[in-house]
């Protein structure tokens, strides 16, 4: 069973960061984990597309 857990656009770029290489690599994996719905966002994000 998955955990789901509340993130503000802030939290998943601070843990994504920890991870990746570059600049580049992180606005693709935030991008695609939020527009695959793998992720949603709460706050001033909510329901956001990006592009």
């Known amino acids: 069973m ?6 503000t656009l802030l ?3 601070e843990a994504v ?3 990746t ?3 580049a690599e992180l606005v693709s994996v935030v991008r695609h984990l ?3 719905g793998r992720v949603r966002l ?6 956001a597309h990006i592009d």
Not at 2 to 7: A, C, P, V, Y
Not at 42 to 47: D, K, L, S, T, V
């Open 42 to 47: 709460i706050g001033n994000f909510r329901g």
């Open 11 to 13: 939290d998943l770029i």
């Open 17 to 19: 960061a920890e991870v």
């Open 2 to 7: 998955e955990t789901q857990s509340q993130l």
């Open 34 to 36: 939020v527009n695959s």
């Open 21 to 23: 290489d570059s600049e």
